[in-house]
C-alpha cells in the first residue's frame, strides 16, 4: 500500500527505513522524502514509527521472558513434552 502518495512510497519501504533506525519522521523525511512533501502522510509514518516501538518492546520482552524462563530451568513449551502431546487435561 502506499503511504506517502508524493514520493511513491509503500508502507514496506518506509517499514524498512523506520527499520534501519529512524525514529522520527524528519529523519524517515530526511532518508527518503517521505512526508517531506506536501506532509499529509505525516501522521500515517508517525504511526509506522509507533507500531515499529511497539513491536521492538514486544520482542524485547519475549527475549527476556524466555531468558528467565531458561534461567529457572522451566521447559520453553511445555505443551510440547515428551508425553504429553495430544492430551487433554482430564477433569
Ligand atoms: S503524501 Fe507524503 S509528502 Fe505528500
Redesign the pocket.
Known amino acids: 500500500m502506499i ?5 511513491g ?1 509503500s508502507e514496506r519501504a518506509l517499514q524498512e527505513v523506520i527499520g534501519e533506525g529512524r525514529c522520527t519522521v524528519e529523519a524517515v523525511g530526511r532518508a527518503c ?10 501522521g500515517a ?1 508517525g504511526e509506522l514509527i509507533h507500531e515499529a516501538r511497539l513491536l521492538a518492546c514486544a520482542r524485547e520482552a519475549v527475549a527476556e521472558t524466555g531468558r528467565q524462563l531458561r534461567d529457572v530451568g522451566a521447559p520453553s513449551s511445555p505443551s510440547r513434552e515428551a508425553g504429553h502431546e495430544g492430551q487433554r487435561p482430564s477433569h
Open positions: 503511504v506517502c502518495l508524493c514520493k512510497l522524502g517521505g512526508g517531506t512533501d506536501c506532509g499529509s502522510c505525516q509514518i
